[in-house]
């Protein structure tokens, strides 16, 4: 656990960090961009800076940005030329790779460690703020061929100093396009349905029929929608290739149903058309297989301990592709990690 | 509501209608295809006949057919030569073209009203039965040019006998576009979400880091695949129709975010691609709107009444395009109807 964290910005994300680990006992210093919060945070010991400046000089061992995406170069700029070294930059962005090129393009690049833990929900600012939206959380920690292993280990130490915390190590690349997998690709996906029913002239017969599946479907698209378009903007390269995959696989599907209502009466896998349907709806049996698992109390495997040599990134990166998670250092050189379910072959 | 309802078919939702209307004070008669749930519904007072044709020659008021979409064609055939011209047909199926086609098919078009209950959970069977599952259940209710008022009323009454429950009048046609969109669709984009999943070499990765927007988007295609399979066949055509215009939502925002790219600074508008992506993101403020109003509590307007003539069919539907729900039978020609919260044209 580092000595000193540096919190910008007390919203949601950040205001909850900065309260959780001062309960576990770190030294919290923080700057917002409006005093607002400071009242409130100061009453609970954290050390309220007036400027972003006056936070950087205070010579935090992490300073971790929770600012929204559109204000990092700013905060980048500012930064740059007060950032001791000894302090390791991190942040807590939904995407890994824009921000690693801006903080690179502002010199700091040798200092940051990107994170982004999976904590959230469709509330924010610091009145939403709450230690307990990190319980048990996942963090993605994103590390390149620049990294150094101190950096590593003063952001991993935070991670898993707030307490039954876990992290998985990966690089940007990988962080992206798999968050555009679960979370910004399915985020158009849920607008588009209900862009859909909006557009039918049954609407109103069908949101009276409309039911759980529906419900679950579209909750996502009843968030502010400038902030998943913003989400989807960030990460668009890695979403566009998801929705062109999307859009190949419900086309296919409706070109098998359409052979299939001229194939005549089904026997369940006669034509081509039947043998598509089949597999589209065996195809995802892999992760039923898993949730079911997860489901019966199976997903925590045994801990481990991982030994880390001069390939450090790699046997993080292949732990991570094997379904662990690091939840502990063990010492300088050695971390634990605990096997999860995964996703067989 | 009737004196008397036979059910065929004891499972999850003809078991929970049995058990509801008994409660209710009607007379429940049963026939299920194995004599496993006998014993059980007969200490709650359903009597269950040894015999589907026994069942018929027991002259209920309405016959509610609870079997499996796939026995139909065989429960129809054995109806036609003894079901008593007195009986009023209904069902439970969730498409209602293929039902009424199939009913035509056995010579008892005359005597049958469609009914689609938006009850049902994961579970199945006798065991999984609850008269719960019907607490402020909707209705879709559909006739054609060919039924009689007298037949309407007879199903009518038995949902609105029920207690709380509700029902809006449609076509066959209109009921099956509108549940291919807001349920047999949505379930084939879940199931590709998940296939997409499956395919993807950064599954585990991915699935690490899936959080709620996952979760609700993929819940449905964790149900039995074959299940989802059959329900996607029966409305295959609408399906068929609804997956080309979501692959073509899907490819058009992947267009609109690949200009994006090369536009260069968003501001907001200027761009033919930034106003794609920002109307994408708006055209479906109708529907939240209508689920604040929703959350809000405002979506119970008042009582009415309508009075029904010659027209009633098209009175009905009209009603139920107006976002109102039939809640009672005022008198032998009006029923009572309750405005609800609807999307804005």
């Known amino acids: 656990m580092p000595r000193s964290v540096g919190v910008v910005g007390l919203g949601l994300i950040g205001g909850s960090l900065a309260r959780r680990l001062n309960d576990a006992g770190c030294r919290v210093l923080a700057w917002n961009h409006t005093t607002r919060p400071y009242e409130a945070a100061a009453a609970q010991g954290i050390a309220c800076l007036p400027t972003l400046e006056a936070l950087a000089q205070a010579r935090p061992e992490v300073l971790v940005l929770c ?80 990294t150094a292993y101190e950096r590593f280990q003063a952001v991993a130490g935070m991670i898993v100093g707030v307490g039954r915390n876990r992290m998985i190590v990966i690089d940007d690349a990988t962080h992206d396009r ?61 979403v566009e290739a998801l929705l ?32 598509e349907i089949l597999r589209f709806f065996a195809a995802g049996q ?25 390939d ?3 046997a993080l990166m292949a732990s991570a592709r094997r379904g662990e998670h690091v939840v502990g250092l063990a010492d300088a050189r050695r971390v634990a990690v605990q096997r999860r379910s995964h996703l067989a072959d």
């Open 67 to 146: 600012n929204p995406l559109k204000a990092m170069p700013e905060m980048l700029e500012r930064l740059k030329p007060v950032l001791d070294d000894a302090t390791t930059l991190t942040d807590v962005g939904s995407v890994k790779g824009m921000v690693r090129e801006q903080v690179r393009a502002a010199g700091l690049g040798e200092r940051y460690v990107g994170a982004h833990p999976m904590a959230g929900n469709e509330r924010s600012g610091w009145s939403a703020a709450d230690p307990a939206l990190y319980d048990g959380a996942l963090w993605a920690v994103s590390v390149d061929g620049d």
């Open 178 to 238: 798999a968050a555009a997998l679960i979370s910004h690709m399915p985020h158009v996906v849920a607008t588009a349905l209900v862009d859909e029913l909006v557009d039918s002239p049954e609407r109103d017969v069908a949101v009276a029929l409309a039911a759980g599946s529906w419900r679950d479907m579209t909750r996502v698209a009843l968030t502010d929608p400038d902030r998943t378009r913003a989400m989807v903007e960030e990460d668009a390269a890695n």
């Open 244 to 275: 062109r995959r999307m859009a190949a696989r419900l086309s296919g599907m409706a070109d098998a149903l359409h052979a299939w209502r001229s194939d005549g009466p089904d026997d369940g896998g006669r034509t081509r058309a039947q043998r």
């Open 286 to 310: 892999p992760f039923r297989d898993y949730k079911a698992e997860a489901a019966a109390g199976e997903a925590h495997g045994a801990t481990a301990t991982l030994g880390l040599g001069d």
């Open 312 to 314: 450090w990134r790699e």
